[in-house]
């Protein structure tokens, strides 16, 4: 690789962890939390702790597939490795299937959010522009880049970390609270909830090519996990120890309901909007680490050479072009549901194939792959309730 074809080693450890944490969190899946916990009922610790070892056990995978490669594309190199061409290719597919469709997912929600009432092309307009600006500050670098995510990544730790030490502050006075039956109680909708609400970190491998140090990369897998899980778990506690979940008609902003507890007001409305604001810094972070992807795959098939032109501030500018183009095919879906559906379909088959593919590299070393042998189990199940939930 030439010095004109190289990416820019900018990223510390901070930095990783806080666009992992910015890409699992800031989609506004924490505000998800209570209707994850409203339709677990009082099982809902045990969904998060199945959700959060699922996540725990896909670091340790992601960290054999970093391991044996170290590049942005490790992931479906390692799949080929193990598994052969056909399967890379699957692979290839599942990661770019997951990343456009998450993008244009967000884009579409946020308008809806935003305009629920729009019409058609008033909505796929502003999910448009938006994406437009996502391209334009891409071009500008990753030194700009992250400076912005850090700030607003550490602000959303500040918010949820004070929610979460209200929530540890109630299980210490009142206990934790059974929750009310909902008709719609379902296990297997809360487990998917905290799923959806912790996913993310996969996208940390796809910026290695820019990290200064490479053993950050493995060590930023399990922080901004555990840091994310740990803040999941906070805020959970706060729903149910300050929320009157007997009142709630509906469960969709956990965050607001619970500080509309303690400020009043029109506290609720303008979480909704923090939401949005932070669900749009979640899927820069997706953009930004597919066109490090893309730029990837121009070291290992020659069609795609292209995408290894970089700009002069180290920007892979043809593969910003072409997540560009793609994410727009997807915006003009306009169809949430079906957006999301194919999205997380995506990610588990992405997820199933790489913890796989270090299960079978494990017992090839004559070990046995406890954690990797599970992760894989329990992400087959996954990929099973994608289609009869």
């Known amino acids: 690789m030439t010095e004109e074809t190289q990416l820019k080693k900018t990223l510390g450890l901070q930095d990783l962890v806080f666009f992992g944490i910015a890409s699992i969190l800031g989609s506004g899946g924490f505000n998800l939390v209570g209707e994850a916990i409203m339709k677990g009922g009082d099982s809902w610790p045990i969904a998060l702790a199945i959700a959060s070892a699922v996540f725990m056990g896909s670091a340790k995978t992601y960290e054999e597939a970093f391991n044996a490669f170290k590049t942005n594309t490790a992931e479906s190199d390692f799949v080929k490795k193990n598994f052969g061409e ?195 810094i979640t899927t820069f972070v997706a953009f930004l680490a597919t066109s490090r992807y893309l730029f990837g795959l121009g070291d290992i098939y020659k069609e795609l050479e292209f995408m290894k032109v970089v700009s002069d501030v180290k920007v892979p500018i043809n593969a910003v072009a072409f997540t560009l183009a793609t994410v727009a095919v997807g915006i003009l879906v306009n169809h949430t549901e079906y957006l999301v559906r194919a999205a997380d379909f995506g990610l588990s088959s992405l997820l199933l194939l790489v913890a796989a593919a270090a299960t079978k590299s494990v017992i090839s070393q004559g070990k046995i792959p406890w954690i990797e042998g599970a992760t894989t189990a329990a992400l087959t199940g996954f990929v099973g309730l994608s289609f009869v939930h």
């Not at 071009?139 to 959303?156: Q, V």
């Not at 109630?170 to 929750?179: D, E, F, T």
């Not at 619970?258 to 749009?280: E, N, S």
């Open 86 to 280: 056909n399967s890379s290719l699957v692979s290839i597919s599942a990661v770019m299937i997951w990343n456009i469709l998450s993008i244009s997912t967000i884009l579409v929600c946020c308008s809806h959010m935003l305009f629920p009432e729009g019409t058609w092309l008033g909505q796929i307009t502003f999910a448009l522009m938006l994406l437009g600006l996502m391209g334009y500050f891409s071009l500008k670098g990753l030194d700009i880049n992250k400076e912005m995510i850090n700030n607003f990544s550490a602000f959303l730790v500040v918010i949820l970390g004070g929610v979460s030490f209200l929530g540890v502050s109630g299980v210490v006075n009142k206990g934790i609270p059974s929750v009310p039956a909902i008709p719609e109680k379902s296990f297997i909708a809360s487990l998917l909830f905290f799923y959806f609400i912790l996913a993310g970190f996969d996208a940390l491998i796809k910026f290695t090519e820019e990290t200064k140090d490479p053993k950050d990369v493995p060590r930023s897998f399990y922080l901004s996990n555990l840091i994310s899980i740990t803040l999941v778990l906070g805020i959970s506690l706060a729903f149910v120890t300050t929320v009157d979940m007997r009142r709630l008609r509906t469960f969709n902003n956990g965050i607001g309901d619970i500080l509309h507890k303690f400020l009043g007001g029109d506290t609720k409305t303008i979480i909704t909007y923090f939401a949005v604001f932070y669900m749009i």
